[in-house]
């Protein structure tokens, strides 16, 4: 891909790509294909804009050249999944679980919420924006054709007139409409309308509480927080855990190499995360894990922990590679 540097691009289009990424990620599923397919309509963008003359909205023409670029992409790939969506039954919390591993092109892939919500947007334009990103809803996005995925995401998330969707797609509303009854079918059907709750002071407390337990691996103090059928996963293996108790087995098991961990808060995927850092052989912290948490009724209902085991999410996400 042509690289082009942000200081070569116009003002114009720069002011749109943090929420073109935010679109891209919705639609891949991953936030290092979105970031390639922003820099793939930067790149459109800035070859064509001298020709652009204003025949259309200049929000509205990236949006179709972002929407050209994911479709693209998504041309004859498989449905990026989250573990539990691959296994309907959970995994015993034994080493041995960790023999399934896909590759990482088989997931879906977190985001931070500095990537793609908008910090000058008012508070409620934010929260669709948190709604959107959530990891259930970007996951049932996956099971969607890419056009359905479009047109739901124009429609629903970005609140374009069916007119206008119709117009960057090039059909007609009729066919939008149907689409979109289609999307809403397929997304209530396989989970993408989960409740969840807003990032609030109750969140940010649990958080803390979470992560003291956690840096002093208080296992105990920590399954204390967890709803009784809370769930973990542990991309890029296809196990996941169902249960407190499993996940407290597993901690004090397998998982007891996080012994010693320093710990980043930060918000994922419109909620509570935090970068781990597990000891390292020899001395010091290395980047391991990006755990995203689901909270419900004032505890976590789910984990969802993305392993950095190729030494390449911590980087990409631009997080630190050392804890502070």
């Given amino acids: 891909m042509t690289t082009v540097l942000t200081d070569e691009l116009d ?10 990424t935010g679109y891209c ?56 999944a989250l573990p539990m969506d691959l296994s309907g039954s959970p995994w015993q919390p034994v080493e041995a679980s960790l023999a399934a591993r896909r590759p990482g092109t088989a997931w879906v892939e977190p985001v931070l919420d500095r990537q793609v919500v908008a910090e000058d947007a008012d508070p409620a334009e934010q929260a669709v924006q948190r709604e959107s990103i959530r990891l259930a809803f970007v996951s049932a996005l996956q099971h969607l ?16 007139r069916a007119e206008e969707v119709a117009q960057l797609l090039d059909t007609t509303v009729a066919s939008v409409n149907s689409a979109l009854q289609r999307a809403r079918a397929t997304m209530a059907a396989v989970g993408g309308e989960a409740e969840t709750e807003p990032l609030d ?7 803390e509480r979470y992560v003291d ?6 296992v105990e103090g920590l399954v204390s927080l967890l709803h009784e059928d809370a769930t973990q996963h542990m991309p890029p293996f296809a196990m996941w855990l169902r249960g407190r108790a499993d996940i407290g087995t597993w901690m004090l098991g397998p998982g007891a190499k996080c012994r010693g961990s320093r710990v980043l808060p930060t918000i994922a995927n419109g909620a509570p995360a935090f970068a781990q850092y597990r000891p390292r052989a020899g001395g010091g912290h290395e980047p391991w894990a990006l755990h995203v948490l689901e909270v419900r009724a004032g505890r976590v209902a789910h984990i969802s922990s993305f392993l950095d085991l190729d030494n390449d999410l911590f980087r990409r996400l631009g997080l630190p590679v050392e804890p502070a």
């Avoid at 639609?27 to 800035?46: N, Y």
């Avoid at 002071?201 to 958080?207: D, F, I, T």
């Avoid at 337990?213 to 208080?218: H, L, M, Q």
């Fill in 201 to 207: 002071a109750v969140h940010r407390a649990l958080l």
């Fill in 11 to 20: 003002p114009r289009l720069i002011e749109h790509r943090r929420e073109l």
């Fill in 145 to 160: 054709p890419p056009r359905q995925r479009a047109v739901l995401l124009l429609r629903e998330v970005l609140r374009w």
């Fill in 213 to 218: 337990a956690f840096e002093r691996y208080d």
């Fill in 25 to 80: 990620y919705r639609m891949l599923g991953s936030a290092f294909d979105a970031d390639d397919a922003v820099q793939e309509t930067m790149v459109r963008a800035w070859r064509g804009l001298a020709d652009f003359e204003g025949r259309s909205a200049l929000r509205s023409w990236l949006y179709r050249i972002a929407t050209n670029v994911c479709l693209d992409q998504l041309s004859g790939r498989q449905r990026r």
